[in-house]
């Protein structure tokens, strides 16, 4: 059972430039959120879909999109890269309900010059 | 708003003894707390999950506590082993799903 998986592992993005990241989740989970983490900091939640819409979003610009389709793979849309978006960008899935337990992916490592 | 802090921020210990990494919150209305570990540069992996009418769970040598009225949950490690060295982070569940993080404690062990 393969579990959260992430791509890409790395990349690096210029200034003002956009990128996707994805995720597929772990067989048979049907809710995704997207974490960002800096270097040293704790991850912090940038949004979460289930049944293919935005459920909650937490203290990010606009410049964060993202997107889930049928199969429950969701992507992550930054546009306009700043220098502050460098960071490790992780995926977590789960089954919907407050009690389940939450799996993360390995991450994308997002490096803005 | 919840804010989930973790002392002390980095732990060194020699090899075979137990320790306690402590995660305290703000926020006492939360459905369940996680534990992870990080290991550098690499994703999170779950250790325990505490559901909020729980006071404990263990798994192996780590044993995890929760009291909501003080806001704090510990992590017990027993018999610690050089493999034990990560980043432990906590993490608090305020619904549907959204987990709200310390910042982590660095734990190394040396043999």
């Known amino acids: 059972d393969a579990g959260v998986t992430q791509s890409p592992t790395h990349l690096i993005k210029t200034r003002g430039q956009q990128v996707t990241l994805r995720c597929s989740p772990k067989s048979g989970h049907d809710t995704v959120s997207w974490y960002q983490q800096a270097l040293g900091q704790g991850p912090q939640f940038i949004f979460q879909y289930y049944e293919e819409e935005e459920r909650q979003r937490g203290n990010f610009p606009d410049r964060f999109s993202g997107h889930q389709f049928p199969n429950y793979s969701s992507e992550l849309n930054v546009n306009a890269l700043l220098l502050g978006d460098s960071a490790l960008y992780l995926c977590a899935s789960s089954f919907t309900g407050t009690g389940n337990t939450i799996y993360f992916g390995e991450g994308s490592w997002l490096t803005v010059v | 708003k919840q804010e989930v802090t973790q002392i002390p921020a980095a732990l060194s210990v020699p090899e075979g003894e137990n320790l306690v990494l402590n995660c305290s919150f703000t926020d006492s209305a939360i459905y369940n707390l996680q534990w992870f570990r990080q290991d550098p540069g690499k994703g999170l992996t779950s250790l325990l999950l505490?559901?909020?009418?729980?006071r404990e769970q263990t798994s192996g040598r780590l044993n995890a506590s929760l009291d909501k009225s003080s806001g704090r949950s510990t992590l017990y490690i027993a018999a610690s082993q050089p493999g034990d060295s990560a980043t432990y982070l906590c993490?608090?569940?305020?619904?549907?799903?959204?987990?709200?993080f310390g910042q982590g404690t660095r734990l190394t062990i040396n043999p």
């Open positions: 993490a608090g569940n305020q619904g549907a799903q959204k987990l709200v």
């Open positions: 505490i559901q909020s009418s729980q």
